[in-house]
Every structure is written in structure tokens, then in C-alpha cells.
Nanobody
Framework: QVQLVESGGGLVQTGGSLRLSCAASGRTLSSYVMGWLRQAPGKEREFVAAIRWSSGNTYYADSVNGRFTISRDYAKNTVYLQMNSLKPEDTDVYYC????????????WGQGTQVTVSS
């Protein structure tokens, strides 16, 4: 089991920045891909960014590429999502998730954190 706890959401104006954190526990993450996904009420969950824990390779959705940065801290077993140049359409509940390398679906999810960008 992997337990994930997100923090760092909040209210920010258009053009502002936020940093989300996801603290992981329960297992070593060397064989995992850590991802951030987001979902608005009534909409499907959307991929935002992911990082392969062992190699540090990163992946981004086109909608956030160049504005968001995903990173990890080995010592703290934590994944971050730095979000810059935020837009109102980035308003969503953001979820941290973990899946084993090669798996199609995420197996473990955090509780989610709300990000609201005002215009």
C-alpha cells in the first residue's frame, strides 16, 4: 500500500503561482510513477503531469506544459507540482496518484486538494 497526502491548494489570482505537495508513505517508490491529475465537478479526471521516481523523467499535458513543473524529493519521499501562470481554467481538485511502472491505471490516490484561480 502507498499512502498519499496532498497539501498546498488554495485560492490565487490569474497569473499567480501555487505549489502542491504530495507526501508518500508505505512503500519505496523506486518502481512507481507519481502523477498529478485534476477533476472538476461533472467532468472526467484529466492527466496533468507525471514523474518516474527512479529516473526523474517527466511528462506533461499540453495544457500545462511550460507552466507547471513536477519534481520529487528523495529524502522527503515527496512529489511537488509547481504551478505558474495560473489560469481560471486550471481551477479543479488536484489529486496525487501512484502507479507501478508499466501499469495503465493509477493504483493509489490522495484525497485531493482544491485549486481555485480567480479572474
Amino acid at each position: 500500500q502507498v499512502q498519499l497526502v496532498e497539501s498546498g491548494g488554495g485560492l490565487v489570482q490569474t497569473g499567480g503561482s501555487l505549489r502542491l505537495s504530495c507526501a508518500a508513505s508505505g512503500r519505496t517508490l523506486s518502481s512507481y510513477v507519481m502523477g498529478w491529475l485534476r477533476q472538476a465537478p461533472g467532468k472526467e479526471r484529466e492527466f496533468v503531469a507525471a514523474i518516474r521516481w527512479s529516473s526523474g523523467n517527466t511528462y506533461y499535458a499540453d495544457s500545462v506544459n511550460g507552466r507547471f513543473t513536477i519534481s520529487r524529493d528523495y529524502a522527503k519521499n515527496t512529489v511537488y507540482l509547481q504551478m505558474n501562470s495560473l489560469k481560471p481554467e486550471d481551477t479543479d481538485v488536484y489529486y496525487c496518484a501512484a502507479r507501478t511502472v508499466g501499469a495503465a491505471d493509477y493504483d493509489y490516490w490522495g484525497q485531493g486538494t482544491q485549486v481555485t484561480v480567480s479572474s
